[in-house]
């Protein structure tokens, strides 16, 4: 199946610092790409739907000064939590959507990225 | 009402049994449908892709799609322990958010 590529895998930051995540589909371009959070034991729950060349969409009661997404490419998108905080600390993944496969609807994830606040 | 309703398990099989994975939902604009397994600790994995109702044979997977039931299954035969993990069904309606939509998961073990 297709790649998706998210690094860091893992990060360690200090309240109030900034953290980057990216994503990178490898071997395929994604247009969409797609960011979520999970915590323990529970499904994923979408924070917002990246577009290359345009804003993102955020979910309702996603904070957009918070998470800052950028598509710049149609390979890349990255997550930016800024002024990060302990309740921040979480599992996040992105997916990108495949336009090559499945009509358009395949949707491929990353590993994931966990991040710890102290 | 969820739009997806998967049971969370814990399922528990022993090596060898086939196992059996659905999720029913309520949204009939639902056109395509996936499974992903989901390692503890790693993003999920698309294992199985089906565009409306049918079959779909992959190796030791087989997904099926009912539509008019409104019910989808993930068929997994002559089970492993590495098939341990927790299996997340998801639906697109096929509009242009391509937003899946994902059950809450089914934890699945299997024992040696």
């Known amino acids: 199946g297709a790649v998706v590529s998210q690094h860091p895998s893992w990060v360690i930051c200090k309240s109030g610092t900034s953290v980057k995540i990216e994503c990178r589909s490898l071997?395929?371009?994604?247009?969409?790409m797609f960011w979520y959070r999970q915590f323990p034991k529970q499904s994923l729950m979408l924070m917002a739907t990246s577009n290359e060349g345009s804003k993102a969409t955020y979910e309702q009661g996603v904070e957009k000064d918070k998470f800052l997404i950028n598509h710049a490419s149609l390979t890349l998108s990255t997550l930016t939590v800024t002024s990060a905080h302990p309740e921040d600390s979480s599992f996040y993944i992105c997916?990108?959507?495949?336009?090559?496969?499945?009509?358009?609807?395949?949707?491929?994830f990353g590993e994931g990225s966990w991040l710890t606040v102290v | 009402q969820k739009e997806v309703e998967q049971d969370p398990g814990p399922l528990s099989v022993p090596e060898g049994a086939i196992v059996s994975l659905n999720c029913t939902y309520s949204n009939s604009a639902f056109q395509y449908f996936m499974w992903y397994r989901q390692y503890s600790r790693k993003g999920p994995e698309l294992l199985m892709y089906?565009?409306?109702?049918g079959n779909k044979e992959d190796g030791r997977f087989t997904a099926q799609v009912d539509k008019s039931s409104k019910y989808i299954s993930l068929f997994i035969r002559d089970s492993q322990p590495s098939d341990s993990a927790t299996y997340l069904c998801?639906?697109?309606?096929?509009?242009?958010?391509?937003?899946?939509?994902f059950g809450s998961g089914t934890r699945l073990l299997v024992r040696p």
């Open positions: 997916s990108a959507r495949d336009l090559g496969r499945g009509g358009g609807n395949t949707i491929y």
């Open positions: 998801a639906m697109l309606s096929g509009d242009s958010s391509y937003k899946l939509i």
């Open positions: 089906t565009y409306s109702s």
């Open positions: 071997d395929f371009q994604a247009t969409t």
